[in-house]
């Protein structure tokens, strides 16, 4: 994009349609067959779009049209269904804080159960090898029962809750042969007891359910720590704004109830509460949270100030243009919300799976029964087998495998600056070995800085810039820009006449004065990029640089060690982009380039095998972001570039595209990881279940500890040292 940006954040404004993105919790989410469950009740209404349900987030994504289907609706739909919903709490992480708290007193009941049924089993074995009667022994299984029965109807709800929900909507999901499982072992036990038999499995049953509520409650932590960006980033929004009254009297309110055109006080160290523009005060704005740029930008009057970002020194007025959803801010996390829901070809297969899987685990367990009971097994025994198959077949790791690292890999990316779009962006990015890159506003920043030799003459500079406020051309700006970074005062001028491809001219106590090319001025063939002219003095030219983004050479020098190729294309002249491509360490470039020129480029890398990131800002490259194999553009990109980009990266370096790749590359790493550890828990452990290897309790360890395995294993991506690996390598 050739002309220059101030600051380099994501611009964007309301869009004109009826859909809106609401996002809907729903605790009750256990497996991979609840996400099919959840998806379909919600697309059979009118006026849904898409829905994306997330098992590690425990959120469903609905695009809907407002008028044809509310949230109410949404949320009946989801009950009829079996599945109680409520519109995403602000305190979202207190919701998931109750649902652990609501855990922990059961883990507690079940877990001194266990014990009490331990000691009385351990007396009655340690009995049969001695001489107790079987009158005391009669007694210690009753007194099993008595502690089992009422433990089991307690700690056991959250399971039998979540089953019962299921059945009642003719579906399965994974609490449903867990109940099965619970309940026929009691069950079991009591007939036992009731014949004065010695096959007792209560303490099989309580301990089951002892370790089955401990994996839970620490899947429930685990999920808390792998909590999307997207929720992260709108809970730091600011609760309440200090407004000022047209009295110049101040009232806090509800940061919910500001509205455009309201003036806000901002004191040091609070957060702004919604996008607006300075009209008084000097301070430093904190806006890491929106550009990743760590270092506070300095603000005075008629700058630009974001939601979310935090006020580093004096007090500040701010007037209102954008408050709540309508925010930056908002704007963001609905782009990482969307990202982080969204299914790519892993997520997919995953959920496919575990959805063919869950009818297969009550296949498996009655055949397990059968078999046993035809080969001549007690009824007790084959029972039991198949209670451990009905356990372990479980498909939740499976069901957790790719989206747990998708929601680490968005949260690690958003920390660097790169919000990710696309469903499948992460796993495009990560088969990429040709990077293509446009010099203006990409490889440079974009902006024109004025370049000097030795001394500016400060009289003809501040006259050119306020001259030059007139105009929006980028090199007008520029020279406005300039004087004000020299700390010259360039007062705007009246009656300026702007004349279309020569310049500005106005006249000042009777001396004419211009500003524009060198010919308008009569600077004969001067070779600076802009001039000033007054009557009776010699011209001066003012000559201004699109620099290359300060870790440009790093970026590319880094990627071609990593044996990607490494190229520019740009519409520019050929002088200016020869001199970024040598700046920059690059050999391959082509200038004056149009777009169809750019789409044929990528067009014959990818018939030549290369799978190509193209990275963007203009509308002339919109046609090449599209076409690549994946894409990247800055933050500072038009609208069009920004939609047509798989992921968008903020701030003022490269480094960004350097971390997109190695963390994409990381994640895939790991998502095939993770599907192994699924496969070969389900590949060892069913078998010998089947086979009678594997007690109940023994299952519900394995099936608690491969989701717990595989959730910990996608967290390490949020703080694994990562680099570039070499093409056709992992991390």
Known sequence: MEAALDAPVVTHEPKATSRQTVVLSVPTIVCGNCLRSVENALR?????????????????????DPELSST??????????????????????????ARVSELVPRVGVAGFAAANIMLLSVSVWSGQASDMDSSVRELFHWLSALIALPAVGYAGQPFFRSAIAALKARRLNMDVPISL?????????????MRNSDQIYFDAAVTLLFFLLI?????????????????????????DATIVESDQTTKVISAAKLKPGMIIAVAAGERVAGDGEIISGQSEIDESLISGETRPRAVSAGDSVYAGTVNCGGALRVRITAAEENTLLSEIGRMMLAAEQSRGRYVRLADRASRLYAPAVHVLGLTTF????????????????????????????????????????????FSKGVIVKA????ERLAEIDCVIFDKTGTLTTGELRLWTSGSIDTVALARAGSIAGASRHPYAQALVKAAREQGIRAPAVDDVQEVAGSGLITTSAGVEEKVGSAAWVGAGAGQASIWYGAAGKPPVGFDFVDEPRKDANACVSELQRSGYMVSVLSGDRRDAVEQTAVACGIEGWAAEVRPDQKLQTIEALKAQGYKTLMVGDGLNDAPALAAGHASLSPASAI?????????VFQGELLQPVIETLAIAKAARSLALQNFAIAIVYNSVFVPLAMLGYVTPLIAALAMSGSSIMVTANALRLRSMKLHLPMIGTSQ
Do not use: H
């Open 639 to 647: 609208d069009i570039a920004q939609n047509a980009a798989d992921a």
């Open 72 to 97: 109410v609706d949404l949320t009946t739909a989801l009950e009829r269904a079996g599945y109680p919903s409520a519109l995403l709490a602000d305190d979202a992480e207190t919701e998931q804080k």
């Open 215 to 239: 994996g839970r409650a620490l899947d429930e932590r685990m999920r808390t720590k792998a909590r999307g960006a997207a929720e992260n980033l709108l809970g730091l929004r600011a609760k």
């Open 370 to 413: 059968v078999v046993w009971m035809l080969i001549g097994a007690p009824w007790e025994q084959a029972l039991t087998y198949a209670i451990a198959v009905l356990i372990i077949t479980c498909p939740c790791a499976l069901a957790l495998a790719v989206p747990a690292v998708q929601v680490a890999a968005m949260s690690r990316l």
């Open 44 to 64: 059979t209404l009118r006026g849904v779009e898409a829905a994306r349900a997330n098992l590690t987030t425990k959120r469903v994504s609905v695009v809907v």
């Open 181 to 193: 499982g619970v309940l026929l072992a009691t069950g079991m036990s009591l007939f036992q007891t």
């Open 423 to 426: 469903p499948d962006g992460l």
